[in-house]
């Protein structure tokens, strides 16, 4: 097992889904206030994101990151006519943050931000 303290990632868990479609679903288990990075890989598909609350379709292309609060979020992916399709999905599961003690990030405000401008 890995030490919380060497773990190389922010994210708590790593998914690697091949040339599959995926339902819309909304993502269990992590907080509202969480972000998930999704990494779109292959060889010349055609994929979309679908990102159904906010009546969005993106185009996934290889080399496409995506950050997404997939919890709130309804999202899938569907048929695609040609290429190879994969995704490397970074998430962070509240049991995880619970077990060692790391407080739930707040939701990132619009004022956040405006400092860097």
Do not use: C
């Not at 303290?5 to 679903?25: D, K, Y």
């Not at 990102?51 to 999202?75: C, F, K, N």
């Not at 399709?85 to 049991?95: G, P, Q, S």
């Amino acid at each position: 097992s890995v030490s919380v303290s060497q773990w190389p990632s922010i994210f708590s868990g790593l998914e690697v889904i091949s040339n599959r479609m995926t339902l819309s679903h909304r993502d269990p288990g992590g907080a509202p206030s969480h972000y998930d990075m999704l990494v779109s890989l292959g060889i010349e598909h055609d994929t979309i994101l679908s990102i159904e609350d906010l009546e969005a379709e993106l185009v996934y292309s290889p080399g496409t990151m995506t950050y997404i609060a997939g919890r709130v979020l309804q999202h899938s992916v569907h048929h695609w006519n040609t290429g190879e399709h994969y995704v490397i999905a970074h998430f962070m599961k509240d049991k995880v943050q619970d077990r060692v003690g790391v407080p739930r990030p707040a939701f990132p405000l619009q004022t956040d931000f405006l400092h860097l401008l």
